[in-house]
Protein backbone atom coordinates (compact mmCIF):
# COMPACT_ATOMS: atom_id res chain seq x y z
CA UNK A 1 0.00 0.00 0.00
CA UNK A 2 1.28 3.68 -0.71
CA UNK A 3 0.24 6.79 0.07
CA UNK A 4 0.14 9.94 -2.25
CA UNK A 5 -0.18 13.38 -2.47
CA UNK A 6 -3.87 14.49 -3.54
CA UNK A 7 -3.70 15.30 -7.36
CA UNK A 8 -5.77 15.31 -10.23
CA UNK A 9 -3.82 12.23 -11.62
CA UNK A 10 -3.67 10.17 -8.33
CA UNK A 11 -7.01 10.66 -7.99
CA UNK A 12 -7.73 9.39 -11.44
CA UNK A 13 -5.75 6.46 -10.37
CA UNK A 14 -7.86 5.44 -7.24
CA UNK A 15 -10.44 6.50 -9.00
CA UNK A 16 -9.72 3.76 -11.35
CA UNK A 17 -9.72 1.13 -8.77
CA UNK A 18 -14.05 1.33 -9.16
CA UNK A 19 -15.65 -0.78 -11.46
CA UNK A 20 -17.99 1.23 -13.37
CA UNK A 21 -20.69 1.04 -16.46
CA UNK A 22 -20.44 2.67 -19.38
CA UNK A 23 -23.41 4.28 -20.89
CA UNK A 24 -24.14 6.39 -24.17
CA UNK A 25 -26.06 9.34 -24.08
CA UNK A 26 -27.18 10.77 -27.47
CA UNK A 27 -30.13 12.60 -28.90
CA UNK A 28 -30.87 14.19 -31.89
CA UNK A 29 -30.19 17.72 -32.27
CA UNK A 30 -31.63 19.97 -35.15
CA UNK A 31 -31.79 16.36 -37.24
CA UNK A 32 -28.24 15.37 -36.25
CA UNK A 33 -27.47 12.72 -33.63
CA UNK A 34 -24.84 14.03 -30.78
CA UNK A 35 -23.64 11.91 -28.15
CA UNK A 36 -21.16 11.15 -25.11
CA UNK A 37 -20.01 8.90 -23.62
CA UNK A 38 -20.04 8.48 -19.42
CA UNK A 39 -18.86 5.88 -16.85
CA UNK A 40 -20.46 7.89 -14.15
CA UNK A 41 -23.92 6.39 -14.24
CA UNK A 42 -25.68 6.15 -10.92
CA UNK A 43 -29.08 4.96 -10.16
CA UNK A 44 -30.52 7.73 -7.60
CA UNK A 45 -34.40 6.84 -6.81
CA UNK A 46 -37.16 4.56 -7.82
CA UNK A 47 -40.14 6.58 -6.89
CA UNK A 48 -39.86 9.11 -8.66
CA UNK A 49 -37.27 7.14 -11.23
CA UNK A 50 -34.02 9.21 -11.12
CA UNK A 51 -30.92 8.30 -12.97
CA UNK A 52 -27.81 10.33 -12.99
CA UNK A 53 -24.35 10.99 -14.37
CA UNK A 54 -21.23 13.43 -14.38
CA UNK A 55 -20.20 15.11 -17.22
CA UNK A 56 -17.32 18.04 -16.84
CA UNK A 57 -17.58 21.13 -17.10
CA UNK A 58 -15.51 21.42 -20.23
CA UNK A 59 -17.28 19.27 -22.26
CA UNK A 60 -18.30 21.00 -25.82
CA UNK A 61 -20.77 18.10 -26.13
CA UNK A 62 -23.31 18.51 -23.27
CA UNK A 63 -24.34 22.04 -24.54
CA UNK A 64 -25.61 20.81 -27.32
CA UNK A 65 -27.42 18.29 -25.06
CA UNK A 66 -28.58 19.81 -22.21
CA UNK A 67 -31.05 21.85 -24.19
CA UNK A 68 -33.22 18.77 -25.49
CA UNK A 69 -36.72 17.58 -23.91
CA UNK A 70 -35.27 13.83 -24.31
CA UNK A 71 -32.21 12.48 -24.15
CA UNK A 72 -31.32 8.34 -24.61
CA UNK A 73 -29.58 6.46 -21.90
CA UNK A 74 -28.15 3.42 -23.73
CA UNK A 75 -26.20 0.82 -21.44
CA UNK A 76 -22.87 -0.40 -23.27
CA UNK A 77 -22.79 -4.13 -24.13
CA UNK A 78 -19.78 -6.19 -24.01
CA UNK A 79 -19.73 -5.59 -27.99
CA UNK A 80 -19.25 -1.85 -27.19
CA UNK A 81 -15.29 -1.06 -26.16
CA UNK A 82 -14.42 0.38 -29.45
CA UNK A 83 -18.17 2.20 -29.66
CA UNK A 84 -16.96 3.67 -26.34
CA UNK A 85 -14.05 4.95 -27.18
CA UNK A 86 -15.70 6.74 -30.24
CA UNK A 87 -18.16 8.10 -28.53
CA UNK A 88 -15.82 10.05 -25.19
CA UNK A 89 -13.60 11.21 -29.23
CA UNK A 90 -13.00 14.65 -29.00
CA UNK A 91 -13.43 14.72 -32.81
CA UNK A 92 -14.84 12.73 -35.92
CA UNK A 93 -18.26 10.73 -36.01
CA UNK A 94 -19.31 9.77 -32.34
CA UNK A 95 -21.91 6.98 -33.92
CA UNK A 96 -19.75 5.36 -36.76
CA UNK A 97 -20.26 2.07 -37.17
CA UNK A 98 -23.38 1.51 -34.34
CA UNK A 99 -26.93 0.99 -35.51
CA UNK A 100 -29.17 3.69 -33.83
CA UNK A 101 -32.66 4.30 -33.15
CA UNK A 102 -34.24 7.71 -32.58
CA UNK A 103 -37.62 8.15 -30.99
CA UNK A 104 -40.46 10.70 -31.74
CA UNK A 105 -39.30 12.85 -28.99
CA UNK A 106 -35.60 12.69 -29.81
CA UNK A 107 -33.96 10.61 -27.83
CA UNK A 108 -31.48 8.08 -29.77
CA UNK A 109 -30.76 4.90 -28.56
CA UNK A 110 -27.81 2.24 -29.65
CA UNK A 111 -28.76 -1.19 -30.71
CA UNK A 112 -27.01 -4.29 -29.00
CA UNK A 113 -26.95 -2.12 -25.73
CA UNK A 114 -28.20 -3.64 -22.50
CA UNK A 115 -30.77 -1.05 -21.20
CA UNK A 116 -32.19 1.95 -23.19
CA UNK A 117 -33.87 5.00 -20.71
CA UNK A 118 -35.67 7.51 -22.03
CA UNK A 119 -35.19 10.45 -19.89
CA UNK A 120 -35.59 14.08 -19.23
CA UNK A 121 -33.33 16.56 -17.28
CA UNK A 122 -34.75 17.05 -13.63
CA UNK A 123 -31.95 19.18 -12.26
CA UNK A 124 -28.22 20.22 -12.70
CA UNK A 125 -25.88 20.25 -9.75
CA UNK A 126 -22.68 21.90 -9.33
CA UNK A 127 -19.97 19.68 -8.14
CA UNK A 128 -16.47 21.16 -8.50
CA UNK A 129 -15.12 20.12 -12.08
CA UNK A 130 -17.86 18.61 -12.94
CA UNK A 131 -22.12 18.65 -13.34
CA UNK A 132 -24.34 15.98 -11.83
CA UNK A 133 -26.92 15.61 -14.28
CA UNK A 134 -30.29 14.25 -12.90
CA UNK A 135 -32.67 12.84 -14.56
CA UNK A 136 -36.52 11.37 -14.65
CA UNK A 137 -36.83 8.85 -16.36
CA UNK A 138 -39.97 7.91 -18.43
CA UNK A 139 -39.41 5.11 -20.54
CA UNK A 140 -37.62 1.83 -20.03
CA UNK A 141 -36.50 -1.08 -22.92
CA UNK A 142 -34.34 -4.20 -21.49
CA UNK A 143 -32.40 -6.22 -24.31
CA UNK A 144 -31.99 -9.43 -21.36
CA UNK A 145 -29.47 -11.16 -23.63
CA UNK A 146 -26.95 -8.03 -23.66
CA UNK A 147 -23.80 -8.28 -20.89
CA UNK A 148 -22.82 -4.78 -19.82
CA UNK A 149 -19.04 -3.60 -20.37
CA UNK A 150 -16.91 -2.08 -17.26
CA UNK A 151 -14.80 0.35 -17.11
CA UNK A 152 -11.76 -0.52 -14.69
CA UNK A 153 -8.50 0.56 -14.56
CA UNK A 154 -8.47 2.45 -17.38
CA UNK A 155 -9.69 -0.14 -19.35
CA UNK A 156 -12.98 -1.91 -20.46
CA UNK A 157 -13.51 -5.35 -19.17
CA UNK A 158 -16.42 -8.25 -19.77
CA UNK A 159 -17.71 -9.28 -16.64
CA UNK A 160 -16.73 -13.05 -15.89
CA UNK A 161 -19.18 -15.73 -16.55
Excluded: Y
Excluded at 60 to 71: H, I, R
Excluded at 120 to 125: G, M, S
Amino acid sequence: MSSTDISPASLREAFGHFPTGVIAIAAEVDGVRVGLAASTFVPVSLDPPLVSFCVQNTSTTWPKLADVPFLGISVLGEAHDAAAKTLAAKTGDRFAGLETESRDSGAVFIHGTSVWLESAIEQLVPAGDHTIVVLRVSDITVHEDVAPIVFHRSTFRRLGA
